[in-house]
């Protein structure tokens, strides 16, 4: 097998593909893989978008970039509010310990 500046796509469309058919007919790894699987396509829609916009494609790489970064923000917002109070408390904290340190 010759080794082509391609083959690295199609190496990771095969392995994705396998784990994909191992999900379905394995029942015990079905959930694992559409747990991952749920994550990874809304991040390749994001470097794809990212490759058409630099590859001048400016609309539709904008557009399959925006809708990957929504899809992964849904999936990640039980994780979006907890950071935003914490950001908010240390936020908070460093404003009060500025004013101490002014005379």
């Known amino acids: 097998m010759r080794v082509n500046k ?3 796509l199609a190496i990771v469309l095969i ?3 396998s784990i994909m058919l191992l999900g379905k007919f394995t029942p015990f ?3 694992f893989v559409g747990y991952l699987i749920g ?3 809304p991040i390749a829609m994001i470097m794809l978008g990212y490759y058409g916009v630099k590859r001048g494609n400016v609309v539709f ?3 399959v970039l925006v809708i990957g970064v929504l899809v992964l923000l849904g999936k990640l917002s039980w994780l979006l509010g907890p950071l935003l109070a914490i950001g908010l408390i240390i936020f908070g904290v460093s404003l009060l310990s500025d004013r101490r340190r002014r005379y």
Do not use: A, K, T
């Open 15 to 17: 392995v994705l593909g």
């Open 39 to 41: 994550y990874l396509i």
């Open 6 to 8: 391609g083959n690295g």
């Open 29 to 31: 790894f079905g959930h």
């Open 61 to 63: 790489g904008w557009i």
